[in-house]
């Protein structure tokens, strides 16, 4: 049974460029939510996806945004990079309706 | 106030020693209280699940939780060098988004 999947696992930007993130959840889970974790901290919440709409969003810019697709797997896209996005970005995957949430790998961005 | 404050370490323990994390949260709203632990560049494990005051017991790890206080403890017994990680409290409200403590480190010396 495959867990979450994450790619890339490492990632260099430039400040200004736009980056992709790709996540294929945990077999038969159906919702993917977004984190991202600063070096020495703990994961902060981006959003969620469920049925390939946004269902819950925590406090950032509109430069994040998601997409999930009708397998449910998800995409995380960052526009206009900035030095402070520099983190690991982390995609949980869960069933509608459970709490229990199963983390990937990561994704680590660095901004130059 | 912060959300959810958590002990910062690091701890450092001798192997076969009881380790204890501890988290304590503000918002009357959580109701699933968890615990994961994160190896160096990995993603974060789920290693205790409760959604109720009291004791949890699994292997070596206890979960507690006392919501009157508010306040979640993990307890490692007979720790183990394998057991070096970081851990990570979090908790869940209705909402299915997860709020994170900052992480406790903690090595176990062989």
């Known amino acids: 049974d495959a867990g979450v999947t994450q790619s890339p696992t490492h990632l260099i930007k430039t400040r200004g460029q736009q980056v992709t993130l790709r996540c294929s959840p945990k077999?038969?889970?159906?919702?993917v939510s977004w984190y991202q974790q600063a070096l020495g901290q703990g994961p902060q919440f981006i959003f969620q996806?469920?049925?390939?709409?946004?269902?819950q969003r925590g406090n950032f810019p509109d430069r994040f945004s998601g997409h999930q697709f009708p397998n449910y797997s998800s995409e995380l896209n960052v526009n206009a990079l900035l030095l402070g996005d520099s983190a690991l970005y982390l995609c949980?995957?869960?069933?509608?309706?459970?709490?229990?949430?199963?983390f990937g790998p990561g994704t680590r961005l660095t901004v130059l | 106030q912060k959300e959810v404050e958590q002990d910062p370490g690091p701890l450092s323990v001798p192997e076969g020693a009881i380790v204890s994390l501890n988290c304590t949260y503000s918002?009357?709203?959580?109701?699933?209280f968890m615990w994961y632990r994160q190896y160096s560049r990995k993603g974060p494990e789920l290693l205790m699940y409760?959604?109720?005051?009291g004791n949890k017991e699994d292997g070596r790890f206890t979960a507690q939780v006392d919501k009157s206080s508010k306040y979640i403890s993990l307890f490692i017994r007979d720790s183990q060098p394998s057991d070096s990680a970081t851990y990570l409290c979090?908790?869940?409200?209705?909402?299915?988004?997860?709020?994170f403590g900052a992480g406790t480190t903690v090595t176990v010396r062989a």
């Open positions: 949980a995957s869960s069933k509608q309706g459970t709490d229990t949430q199963y």
């Open positions: 077999s038969g889970h159906d919702t």
């Open positions: 996806y469920y049925e390939e709409e946004e269902r």
């Open positions: 918002n009357s709203a959580f109701q699933y």
């Open positions: 409760t959604y109720s005051s």
């Open positions: 979090a908790f869940c409200s209705n909402d299915y988004k997860l709020s």
